[in-house]
């Protein structure tokens, strides 16, 4: 996952996308200038100039417009049956 936001952040082509957190929120980001990647966690500016601190941990889903680019799997969760 954290791979992931790297590639689509550092990206030659920036394509918007979107993060989903575990609780249900999700944050648009729009341009390269609305996110910073930190060691644990992503810091994201909304267009009304809020901030907002987003744990990796508790990301859920990063999706582009096209598709999903990945989902958080709970290391500690067992396999499906």
Do not use: Q, W, Y
């Not at 936001?5 to 729009?30: D, Q």
């Not at 390269?32 to 644990?40: K, S």
């Not at 901030?51 to 889903?61: D, E, G, S, V």
Request: proline share 7%.
């Amino acid at each position: 996952m954290i791979d992931d936001l790297h590639n689509l952040v550092s990206a030659r082509n920036f394509r918007p996308f979107t993060i989903a957190m575990s609780g249900g929120e999700v944050f648009e980001v729009p341009s390269r200038e609305h996110i910073l990647l930190a060691r644990t966690l992503a810091v994201v500016k909304d267009d009304k100039g809020s901030i907002h601190h987003l744990p990796f941990l508790h990301i859920a889903r990063v999706s582009t417009r096209d598709s999903d680019v990945a989902d958080f799997v709970d290391p500690t969760s067992a396999p499906p049956a």
